[in-house]
């Protein structure tokens, strides 16, 4: 009996170890023809460049749509398609801020307004700063200190954590709350302290959002190095801030996510592969979130390219609006739920297009532990990391469904040097590293579709 | 009995779990220190923008020694010296290349000599090029073949290596051996497509050698663009190509390694954190290696700065000479010797300033396995391999005298499309890439100062 035992685990033993040689050629199978032959690093200088920024509502979106649909094609999706959504519609437009301290002359500052806010009519508005430090300090301050003055969240964002996005959700409050913190006190516009860890004068702008039963007032962002000018300043005079700017909500507009497939050679439950489409509309959205968009269609490419007979179909969802409203991924969850689809797995890759080093998972624990099983073919290509339990925003309504969702998890030292600002573009992102992001996002799809 | 040794277990598994705790806070103000206040990065901007780059014999390598010892000064060593070292003088003065095909017109090509490489004295050196596209197809070459040709070496650097260094070690030997291989079959010159992953056109200068009983005649590189170019163009057409160069050896000059330290509390033995200071006379040097340099700095300015009482003399070293000669390795494992210095662990950080990922480690099987067992220390800093068995040339001399070496391993993915070149300037440093690499060091020279 302990003989039987023994030889039924050496078959075993000898059967998973078949099993993993086979998953570890094929996963070198797809890094070298990705590394070698991938398309994404090509397509994204034509996202870029041709398109450049798109943030939903406006022209250059609607052409990207356009554009994604036929990279789907060429990757050669069994079916593409456009999704119907309604988007809201912000437009930035003109806007310029000054300030005057002691020496009576007015001075420009770089800046922008944050995503969502409304401006001021192309019309100046102005009046006086006062500095603080935390959200502590502003609850502190009593309305009369803030009313009719101008409030500038000096909030800086953590050098120190070595995981850059613990620092940006710790600085997002500032951003999100700043303009309606301001107006509950009577003050007239808010300025934020970018949420940037670069030592550098370049705004981010980003989303922000209105306490629906205060007056909406604008909320702009100033660089590090504004900020820091502006904070020494503050010490010893009296400063007054000029506003004018011409943002603000068009209301809504029908637009698209685009959607391509491979079908599935034995059932039709689905694995959604996925970034946004949609970007800020300052400089060219590369790697939030263009990266993650020429990953997912390599992923379809890859599989045809290399014959690999999924199982399952697989999808890559480009979605709309994830910055400014996530209605992209909100309709595609409504779909599924309506068309009672039936959703496996999804990913996202919207942290840049650096060198990935982990999958977060959000998903039960035998699921978890079924993919970290497979570290050992993920180690060569740098991947060790599975620690993370969150996803991306596109596919939070599937995981609200129940389906377990993940995100591609990259290198974050330099994402927030260049997010949402004018400099991230195609020059930023390296092709080798946009690359193996693409490789182990179809590594993980290739496991999943094979084992799910 | 079971139950004594149950508490003894207890106790020395809590007294184990006790010390990884306090490490584990030592790890964490180290890092908490170096990515809010280090100064790699702003002398790192110092060094390549007020000095540039600095080839061994070169003017502005003698400013770099002052400006290092300087440095370590400010840093807080103990001690700072300058250690002589007679390196070779290679100029590269000015260059051209010409080619000229079927249409009969001269156009320029973008080149570089390769280092140590005679150059044409000045006169034209031209002859019809012929493309081999390995080291066996030119084995396979009579020699009346190549006599009076220019023998044009087209590997390609593979894409395909997760791990970019063993693509340069792959097609390293084209670079080194061209020249005398031409030489040989009396060929006028080479050149050779430069080791680089970047698809640019970009050529890549590095070190060649000659085969002494062989004339020296000249090896030049060209970018991968303007390899394809030549290698289209020589499908079916002669191609003629016309060198002019006034590079070459200039004899010895007395130069200088610098070194600085903080001294030991318990002992004299000694502990090595280097990178080298001399670059190729081409770009700022920025990655290569004035990265290591500044970390290797910052790892003194560290311990000084939390007040950590090092029980081993810990020694940064600004090699010579790395680039045309490793001669500043040699000195220093000269005078080790000489001076019967005992040396107990030396690591160099020369392969970039990007994320760091792992720690390389050329020593016995105890050794690493007890660095290894650290790794769950590491892990929140992003450094997870310890697999390689391999460290820098300056410490090689160390290596063979027995002392356990290692390496600083980053992300590998962006340096050879910079890698000797007139791209590797401080703006393609990543300010928490660098200092993370310096975070990294510092903690492994804490734990082996406190270990061994």
């Known amino acids: 009996m302990k003989k039987i035992t ?30 070698n032959n991938g398309k994404g690093y090509n397509e994204l200088r034509e996202l870029t460049k041709t398109i450049g920024n798109r943030l939903s509502g406006s022209e ?8 994604a649909a036929q990279k789907l094609r060429d990757a050669g999706a069994d079916k593409v398609w456009l999704q119907e959504v309604m988007i809201p519609v912000w437009v930035r437009g003109k806007e310029s801020l000054q300030i005057k301290t002691s020496n009576g002359k007015w001075k420009s500052v770089k800046m922008l307004s944050l995503g969502n ?16 430090k935390s959200l502590e300090e ?17 909030y800086p964002f953590s050098q120190e954590n070595v995981q850059t996005f613990i620092s940006y959700r710790d600085a997002n409050p500032y951003r999100r709350t700043a303009a309606s913190l301001t107006a509950k006190k009577g003050g007239k516009f808010a300025i934020v302290r970018s949420l940037s860890s670069a030592f550098d004068d370049v705004p ?27 904070e020494a300043v503050l010490k010893n005079q009296k400063v007054t801030a000029k506003l004018n700017s011409n943002c603000g909500m068009k209301g809504e507009k029908l637009s698209h996510s685009v ?5 599935g050679k034995k059932d039709q439950n689905i694995i959604v592969v996925g970034g946004h489409l949609d970007s800020w509309d300052v400089g060219e959205g590369a790697h939030d979130d263009g990266a993650g968009i020429v990953q997912s269609i390599e992923v379809l490419r890859t599989f045809k ?26 309709q595609y969850g409504k779909m599924v739920k309506e068309n009672n689809e039936k959703h496996i797995f ?43 339990k969150y996803s991306g925003s596109d596919i939070a309504p599937l995981h609200e469904m129940g389906v377990p969702t993940a995100e591609l998890v990259p290198d974050p030292q330099r994402y927030f040097d260049i997010h949402h600002t004018e400099e991230d573009t195609f020059e930023k992102v390296s092709r080798r590293e946009l690359l193996l992001g693409s490789t182990v996002m179809t590594q993980l799809i290739y496991m999943i579709d094979k084992n799910w």
Chains 1, 2 share one sequence.
Request: with cysteine; charged share 25%.
């Open 60 to 67: 250059a979106y609607e052409k990207s749509v356009q554009w």
């Open 305 to 330: 390219k290399l014959g690999i007979q999924n199982n399952h179909t697989i999808r890559a969802v480009c979605f709309a609006n994830e910055e400014n409203g996530t209605k992209g991924g909100k």
């Open 259 to 263: 959607i391509g497939e491979i079908t």
């Open 204 to 230: 981010h702008t980003g989303n922000m959002r209105y306490d629906e039963s205060i007056s909406k007032i604008p909320a702009i962002t100033i660089g590090n190095t504004s900020a820091d000018e502006l």
């Open 117 to 132: 806010s409304e401006g001021t009519g192309g019309k100046d508005l102005s009046g006086e700063i006062i500095m603080v």
């Open 6 to 35: 023994g030889t039924l685990l050496l078959l075993f033993g000898m059967s998973a170890f078949g099993q993993s040689k086979e998953d570890s050629v094929q996963f070198r199978k797809i890094s070298t023809e990705i590394l």
């Open 346 to 388: 999804a990913i996202e890759s919207d942290a840049g297009g650096f060198s990935p080093r982990g999958i977060s998972l959000e998903m039960n624990e035998p699921q978890r532990n079924q993919i970290k099983s497979w570290v050992h073919l993920f180690l060569p290509y740098g991947v060790y990391n599975f620690e993370g």
């Open 138 to 154: 502003y609850d502190r301050l009593p309305a009369e200190k803030v009313k009719d003055k101008i409030v500038f969240f000096n």
